[in-house]
């Protein structure tokens, strides 16, 4: 089930109208914030990933 552009005008216009502009803008703001902060902890995870098995423990 796709969505068309129809469908997303009005799930936009239903939430402005249910939470109010200055509200939904902050709601925006925080939701934009979350995922900046998920992207760099994936990145940074990325980046302390050891290589050739240095966290392997030989026998």
């Not at 089930?1 to 902050?26: H, P, Q, Y």
């Not at 925080?30 to 940074?44: H, M, Q, R, T, Y």
Request: net charge positive; glycine share 12%.
């Amino acid at each position: 089930m796709r969505l068309g552009t129809t469908e997303i005008i009005l799930i936009v216009v239903l939430a402005l109208v249910l939470f109010g502009g200055s509200k939904l803008a902050g709601v925006g703001k925080a939701l934009g914030k979350s995922i900046k902060d998920f992207k760099n902890e994936v990145k940074d995870d990325k980046d302390e990933k050891p290589q050739d098995g240095d966290s392997e423990k030989k026998a």
